[in-house]
């Protein structure tokens, strides 16, 4: 499956909704370690559902937003040119509408990776 990312790298596009991609100017044994804990984290919250354990479930989804602000997905902003945080919002109501259509109603799969 390939994954859409904006012409700009800032956002993937998952079922239409821009989603803030990790800041690519980390390190890669930072992000790497921030990525571990960021897995790790999210199998705890699946173990606190399990176990119907609320406080553990706390505990992990403050881990999990720890990772996501660590990596850049969530908190400020990685980038220095003043665009606003479009994170969660649709792409079809958002500057990147028009890419987005050509991408979807063309063919042309501009800002895709494998």
Do not use: I
């Not at 991609?21 to 199998?43: F, H, K, Q, S, Y």
């Not at 406080?55 to 999990?64: D, F, G, M, P, S």
């Not at 997905?73 to 003043?82: H, L, N, S």
């Amino acid at each position: 499956m390939q994954q859409l990312f904006t012409p700009d790298g800032r956002y993937l596009v998952v079922r239409g909704r821009l989603w803030r991609v990790a800041n690519p100017t980390l390190a890669p044994g930072v992000r790497d370690e921030w990525v571990r804990r960021l897995m790790a984290a999210r199998r705890a919250v699946r173990a606190a559902h399990q176990s119907d354990d609320g406080e553990a479930l706390a505990l992990a989804r403050k881990a999990v937003d720890e990772a996501k602000v660590a990596l850049g997905e969530r908190g400020p902003v990685w980038w220095t040119d003043g665009a606003p945080d479009l994170n969660r919002r649709m792409v079809k109501n958002s500057p990147y509408a028009d890419w987005y259509e050509r991408c979807n109603g063309s063919g042309n799969d501009p800002g895709t990776a494998d």
